[in-house]
């Protein structure tokens, strides 16, 4: 098996601009399958682009070239049904505020099994069966699937929304500053959670964090981004270690680093 036959997910210079406006400039990485990938950057330097581009979600005022290639299988090239297709099992997605993504006034359960039902033909046993497995590997009370989104706390809602993602075992799992909304105790207790449920299921993580604490927990490769570019990639320990650039050195100390008379970015 050569490298490239081993890997889930291949990016192969990215380009994304918004009306004209690059945004992502000629961004390249690979994931191997239940690697975790961390993409950081300041804020607008392109991470949500990169995310939004892998799994079809950049709108229409979005131009895309390049490659991305799930198992060897070009995604820019699909249509938006064979998109929908690989949804669920392919990929899902965990957004900042995944609890806000629900309907608020119909019960977790009713809409998750909805999704379930959209791409799979289990029985409402099944469904429930499969969600009590993961809300008891993630340590989420079993009241959670009949109660209402906008009953819940910001982590409640996360991990409402961790479960609804890990459902059908998706290969590669995104995630948009899964954590950035919630408080430092909570943050770290959902960390742990994803690790639980990634060692469980091997699904691949891409994650997009301004916290380098999160990449750090999390990340076994690290895509460092800076105005649509790519300033460093490589391993966690080569990053938060060894750091080649002052940027990636700004971003681990997370302390104001403005050279003297220059604005950092
Ligand atoms: N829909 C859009 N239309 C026009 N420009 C956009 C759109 N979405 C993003 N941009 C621009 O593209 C650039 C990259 O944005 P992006 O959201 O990918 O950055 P980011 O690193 O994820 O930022 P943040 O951490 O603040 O979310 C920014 O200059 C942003 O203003």
Redesign the pocket.
């Known amino acids: 098996m050569t490298e490239a036959e081993g890997n889930l997910l291949e990016v192969e210079n990215l380009k994304v601009s918004?009306?004209n406006?690059m945004?992502v400039d000629g961004i390249s990485f690979s994931m191997k399958p239940s690697e975790v990938l961390a993409i950081v950057?300041e804020?607008?330097?392109?991470?949500?682009?990169v995310l939004k581009a892998v799994i079809g979600l950049l709108?229409k005022?979005?131009e895309v070239y390049g490659s991305i290639r799930l198992r060897g299988r070009e995604l820019l090239s699909l249509s938006d049904r064979e998109r929908r297709g690989l949804n669920g099992r392919g990929m899902a997605m965990i957004f900042q505020n995944a609890g806000a993504s629900f309907c608020p006034i119909r019960r977790i359960g009713t809409q998750i099994t909805e999704s379930i039902r959209a791409h799979e033909d289990w029985s409402r046993e099944q469904i429930r069966a499969r969600a009590e497995e993961l809300m008891d590997a993630i340590g989420l009370e079993h009241s959670v699937w009949d109660a209402y989104p906008f009953s819940l706390s910001g982590g409640m809602g996360q991990r409402a929304g961790i479960l609804s993602a890990m459902m059908l075992s998706p290969e590669l799992l995104l995630a948009d500053e899964p954590t950035s909304a919630l408080d430092t105790v909570t943050q770290m207790k959902v960390v742990r959670e994803l690790l639980k449920i990634r060692k469980k299921e091997r699904s691949a993580i891409l994650l997009?964090t301004?916290h380098m604490g999160v990449a750090r927990a999390m990340a076994d490769k690290v895509l460092v981004?800076k105005k649509g570019h790519a300033v460093e990639y490589g391993t966690a320990e080569q990053i938060f270690l060894n750091p080649q650039e002052a940027y990636t050195r700004c971003l681990i100390d997370a302390v104001p680093c403005v050279p003297r008379g220059k604005a950092v970015g």
Request: aromatic share 6%; glycine share 22%.
């Open positions: 918004y009306r406006k945004a950057g804020s607008g330097s392109g991470k949500s682009t709108g005022e979005a997009v301004h981004m």
